[in-house]
């Protein structure tokens, strides 16, 4: 069993900024699982956002590259995401997940998934 369990979302002004937390715990979770974020916004598919390895190599989706910075804090099995310039375009609910995916940003390369935190952009 893995559990992932997200925070930090809320409702924000277009422009401005919000961190993303996301800890892991279970007995079949392991520190060396890649760890990612992903999004879905009504009426899409579950998107990419960025992953990160265990040894810290980073991954980001082109529409977030420059605005997000992905972290991982292996002590404490937290994951975290930066988000600033935040634009109307990222409203989506935002979810973890981890696992040993052979493509970081592809959702269906993940068993392990959190319930999601709600991020509004307003205009």
């Known amino acids: 069993e893995v559990r992932l369990a997200e925070s930090g979302g809320g409702p924000v002004q277009s422009g401005g900024s919000l961190r993303l937390s996301c800890s892991a715990s279970?007995?079949?979770?392991?520190?060396?699982?890649?760890l990612a974020w992903f999004r879905q916004s009504p009426g899409k598919e579950r998107e990419g956002v960025a992953a990160i390895d265990a040894d810290s190599r980073t991954i980001y989706a082109d529409s977030v590259k420059g605005r997000f910075t992905i972290s991982r804090d292996n002590a404490k099995d937290l994951l975290f995401l930066q988000m600033n310039g935040l634009k109307p375009d990222d409203t989506a609910v935002y979810y973890c997940?981890?696992?040993?995916?052979?493509?970081?940003?592809?959702?269906?390369?993940?068993?392990?998934w959190g319930q999601g935190t709600q991020v509004t952009v307003s205009s």
């Open positions: 997940a981890a696992d040993s995916p052979s493509e970081f940003l592809q959702p269906e390369n993940y068993k392990f």
């Open positions: 279970g007995y079949s979770y392991r520190s060396w699982f890649t």
